[in-house]
């Protein structure tokens, strides 16, 4: 069983190697606003409520993220294992999923933490171009698509996110180093926690992850 949280700060690669390791161990790619759209998308309770929440401009709280989580690892697609990006972004949303895993007998077995120093973090989001419609990420140059300016996926313009220069990719990193730090304790205590190199490349770490995973059942 492959119960998986993906961590690391914005720029460290987690994107990238997610939708090679769902698809290597046939489990799927979960993140909070993927979760969020089907929610939405499905009219589920929940997804309305967290609408509401959203068309008003205000952060969804705490329990109904948690609620949505809940909602979701209880999937049958879940059932053979997960991999969680984006949650838990604190430690009262990691002692929840850590009540949700117990209540429907899917507990986290493995947490990846990617690192990345900051500046390198920095001159990757500076190159950092993203497909709109299917999210798929690219760099001018460590990772062009193959038609400059095209998504290699789905055809589609490319675009640099709006948050993607220096001043606000700073404000992002602080926070995440701010929430998360604590996280990452939660689950070295735990005996969870698996440290990555993200700077050798995207091949070197991909072999490093699967020759991790291959090990865990």
């Not at 990846?112 to 140059?141: F, M, N, Q």
């Amino acid at each position: 069983m492959r119960n998986i949280v993906l961590m690391g700060p914005p720029g460290a690669g987690k994107g990238t190697q997610a939708g090679d390791l769902a698809s290597r161990y046939h489990i799927p790619h979960i993140s909070t606003g993927d979760m969020f759209r089907e929610a939405i998308k499905n009219k589920t309770p929940l997804g309305q409520k967290a609408e509401a929440i959203i068309a008003r401009g205000d952060l969804v709280p705490d329990d109904v993220t948690v609620a949505l989580v809940k909602e979701r690892l209880s999937q049958p697609d879940c059932a053979e294992g997960y991999l969680l990006d984006g949650f838990p972004r604190t430690i009262p949303q990691a002692e929840a999923l850590d009540e949700i895993g117990k209540a429907i007998g899917r507990a986290v077995n493995a947490v990846i933490d990617i690192t990345v120093p900051e500046e390198i973090l920095i001159d990757r989001i500076g190159g950092r171009r993203v497909c709109p419609k299917c999210g798929a990420s690219y760099h001018v140059r460590n990772m062009k698509p193959k038609v400059e300016g095209k998504c290699d996926v789905c055809g589609s313009d490319l675009i640099t996110r709006k948050d993607d220069n220096a001043e606000s990719f700073k404000v992002r990193l602080d926070n995440y180093y701010r929430q998360t730090a604590p996280v990452s304790d939660f689950y070295k205590n735990k005996g969870l926690l698996h440290t990555f190199d993200g700077t050798g490349g995207k091949e070197k770490l991909q072999g490093v992850l699967f020759a991790f995973l291959d090990r865990l059942s």
